[in-house]
């Protein structure tokens, strides 16, 4: 009953460190999603994956990297993390064409200072 | 490209009060989502509308497809507390060229009780 899980849920990085955003969905989804959510700015994409091994650029994709490890899992990669990526961080799967909606994981709030 | 505009940006009610919201666009879509993101968490699905003058409840609330396939109202019924969080419209043309979920900036809902 997980659903779409994301670690970690909170993280603190200097600027120009790296990291790796986590996530994983158990629900047999082929497309995955990462998105960022800032004040105002409701929720842009950043890159998807509509089916394993693919990955294409969203909205915002400057400043990160992709990587659909398998069906089950597709992470997110600030190679050199600026404060303007201080923001929340969303998984989300759906089904092949995101008929039914996507469903989406709690969040990672990251914070570059 | 395509965009969702979603309005009011914020609400402040009284607890009992009704509530209504839209989202409007220049593009013609043949699905529109309801989400709700409450504090801290991912945004969660609350309806699913797919034919051009669907309306459609969930408890307290109501959606409706627009005629025109380009706009999309969530009304909510006696307001209460947890009803507070921020309600995102999305639309998708399902069954066309690759395309993702769009999404509206959202609108903030807070309850005075």
């Known amino acids: ?113 | 490209g395509q965009q969702l505009n979603q309005s009011p940006q914020s609400m402040f009610i009284q607890e009992g009060e009704d509530v209504s919201m839209n989202c409007t666009s220049s593009s013609i879509f043949n699905t529109w989502l309801w989400y709700k993101q409450d504090p801290g968490e991912g945004p969660v699905l609350l309806i699913a509308l797919y034919k051009a003058g669907e309306l459609t409840s969930n408890g307290r609330l109501t959606a409706q497809f627009g005629i025109t396939r380009k706009d999309s109202f969530l009304n909510i019924s006696a307001s209460i507390p947890s009803d507070v969080g921020i309600y995102f419209c999305a639309a998708l043309n399902y069954g066309g060229s690759q395309g993702n979920l769009i999404f509206g900036k959202g609108t903030k809902l807070s309850v005075k009780p």
């Open chain 1, 1 to 113: 009953n997980a659903g779409v899980t994301q670690t970690p849920k909170f993280q603190v990085l200097k600027t120009g460190q790296s990291m790796t955003l986590q996530c994983a969905q158990d629900m047999n989804h082929n497309s995955m999603y990462w998105y960022r959510q800032d004040p105002g700015m409701g929720l842009r994409l950043i890159y998807y994956s509509a089916s394993e091994g693919t990955t294409d650029k969203g909205e915002v994709p400057n400043g990160y990297n992709v990587s659909r490890l398998n069906k089950r899992e597709f992470s997110l990669r600030l190679e050199s993390a600026a404060p303007s990526q201080t923001s929340v961080y969303f998984c989300a799967s759906s089904g092949t064409g995101g008929l039914y909606g996507y469903t989406f994981g709690s969040g990672t709030r990251l914070t570059v200072v």
